[in-house]
């Protein structure tokens, strides 16, 4: 993995990386570079074996305001052509598919504004918390596009429901931390200052876990989604439990839930 990228800022600790958007003065909007930069990590991501959890944050006063206008676009075509405007639709589109594929599990931590694309990579990732002045919107349909973008139209009914993601994708309407907890699409709220030591909260308990667990569960989940029974949901949670019950970390998770200690996990 590169160890810089222009539009962010990554800090590794172990098996975490801290991913910070990093254009404060535009608040992190997503320009050609950032899109580009986030499509090279998750790329990078694919083939590190050594990263468990990602951390998404954003620098200054925001976590990202969504699509740099400025610009115009995010695509190497550019919007001049309707395939040109189609690959570079893809280009940021794709963000969200990334995350959802890859193994690791994605922490967003959020504060400030969350809008449009910015709104997606919160959705996108496994988890998310927030900070008291985070504001959230599919900020879309304001700018006389479709309400429905970047894959926001399949994360959001998932995780609040039909009713709810009807009134955010069709209004544009910002939701703030406290309600985005009452619904559940956060899972905590803290003041702004306590962002991060809530994270590592939450990282730790994460890095509990066994490396294959975390990642089947993850990947369990994400597939759960597009299921089309419980009968087909089951055979993979069996499958994965016995994949996982043949490794040394299953009989290291017993002998240390018997002991009373911290698991050590090999991986293996």
């Not at 958007?21 to 930069?37: G, I, M």
């Not at 055979?235 to 998770?253: H, K, V």
């Amino acid at each position: 993995m590169p160890d810089s990228y222009a539009t962010l800022d990554l800090r590794r600790e172990g098996p975490v990386l801290w991913c910070t958007l990093n254009r404060p003065a535009a608040l992190n909007a997503l320009s050609r570079q950032l899109v580009n930069d986030l499509r090279a990590f998750y790329g990078a991501l694919a083939q590190d074996r050594e990263t468990r959890v990602v951390v998404l944050r954003g620098a200054g006063r925001a976590f990202c305001a969504g699509l740099d206008l400025k610009e115009g676009g995010t695509g190497e075509d550019g919007m001049g052509t309707v395939a040109g405007g189609l690959r570079g639709q893809r280009h940021i589109s794709e963000l969200a598919l990334m995350m959802r594929r890859l193994p690791q599990v994605f922490v967003a931590a959020v504060h400030g504004a969350a809008c449009g694309g910015g709104f997606m990579l919160a959705l996108a990732a496994d988890l998310r918390i927030a900070g008291e002045s985070a504001r959230m919107n599919a900020a879309f349909i304001k700018l006389g596009l479709s309400g429905c973008d970047v894959g926001v139209s399949y994360l959001l009914p998932r995780l609040v429901g039909a009713s709810l993601a009807a009134e955010l994708i069709l209004t544009g309407r910002f939701i703030g931390a406290e309600r985005a907890r009452a619904l559940g699409l956060v899972s905590t709220v803290v003041p702004d200052a306590e962002l991060e030591a809530e994270a590592q909260r939450l990282v730790d308990e994460l890095l509990a876990t066994s490396p294959l667990g975390l990642r089947l569960s993850k990947e369990c989940l994400t597939a759960s989604l597009d299921m089309s029974s419980m009968d087909a949901v089951v055979a993979m949670e069996d499958r994965n439990q016995i994949l996982c019950a043949q490794t040394s970390d299953f009989r290291e998770g017993i002998g240390a839930f018997l002991q009373k200690r911290r698991p050590v996990w090999k991986d293996a």
